[in-house]
């Protein structure tokens, strides 16, 4: 099994990222996938989430309006558009896919926002 992000780095306040998360070693489609970030001293928290179906999305309230999160069943990635973002944003981004009780982490990609 393997999640494997991409698409990480350093923005100025205000810029756009797009994340990758590629998967595979499973069934990728049965699968809820999510975004999770922790920052510096920080607890990991969650950012978004999306349905196996690619259906339901779900946003933590710091993230509403700015990121969007979507799915590729085909190609086996879940992504996470980020407008707007600001400082605070700063964290490292993990994939997670969640399926009863499986549970996968990737080993994360760093999103610097400048001031």
């Known amino acids: 099994v393997q999640l494997v992000e991409s698409g990480g780095g350093l923005v100025q306040n205000g810029g756009s990222l797009t994340l990758s998360c590629a998967a595979s070693?499973?069934?990728?489609?049965?699968?809820?996938m999510s975004w999770y970030r922790q920052a510096p001293g920080k607890e990991r928290e969650s950012v978004a989430r999306?349905?196996?179906?690619?259906?339901?999305?779900n946003y933590a309230d710091s993230v509403k309006g700015r990121f969007t999160i979507s799915r590729d069943n085909a190609k086996g990635t879940v992504y996470l558009q980020m407008n707007s973002l600001k400082p605070e944003d700063t964290a490292v981004y993990y994939c997670?896919?969640?399926?009863?009780?499986?549970?996968?982490w990737g080993q994360g990609t760093q999103v610097t926002v400048s001031s």
């Open positions: 997670n896919a969640r399926f009863v009780l499986r549970n996968y």
């Open positions: 070693g499973f069934t990728f489609s049965n699968y809820v």
């Open positions: 999306i349905s196996s179906s690619g259906d339901t999305t």
